[in-house]
């Protein structure tokens, strides 16, 4: 994969935490792209063709050929473009960071039917906070893995950075919103300082959404489902 764009694609959307793991791995591999971003209410046919499976953002296309989920993306662009390396090289701590990947999106962000952290933000009194209490719980599992680290990747930012990164965003936004406690501090201050840390790192910062305009999305969103509760 060249450095110069060429043939490489992401439909994404821009309030996305999944999109933002392949921009940010994209910068990080100093990778040039185009940039589509999508409506996910009304899908482009471009998506659909390229993503009949799932029909979600992100997609990567590169050189025509379409890839879809966000952690099967950043493992092939490791692979086609070793600038950067983000998988350890090192098999036993490779499959570690894939094992701590798959626990985040499955247990960080699912319960059997509903992510714990869209239930703790959608809900209100008793299953709220049981919600938010077992977010809570595996972000503190989570925190295992950062142990004696700087980043999750060891000296320098790798896989399981990309893909745990932005909940320290999100995460942050739900709890002024919904008014729940999900990063605990004193629970888990090592996760929390790292959360600070990444995101202020300006390759990282950068690709963040607006605050502000993820702000007002996150609100209006919260109310909406506020409404539908009642
Ligand atoms: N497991 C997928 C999740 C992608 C995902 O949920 N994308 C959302 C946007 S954040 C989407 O496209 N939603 C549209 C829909 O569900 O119809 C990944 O890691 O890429």
Redesign the pocket.
Known sequence: MAGNGDGVQLLG?W?????L?IKWTLKLKEIHYEYVE?H?LD?SPMLLQYNPV?????VLVHKGKPL????V?IEYMDEVRKHNPLLPQDPYQRAKARFWAKFE?EKTLRTPHVPAMFKAFSKVGAEQEQAAKELRENLKTLESALEGKHFFGGETIGFLDIAVGWIGCWARMNEEVAGVNMIDVEMMHLLSAWFQKFLELPIIKECLPPQDKLLVHTKEFHKMLMAALT
């Open positions: 959307y309030a996305s935490p999944f999109a793991r999508e996910l899908k799932h029909k979600k953002i992100p879809a989920e966000s952690l993306i999106d």
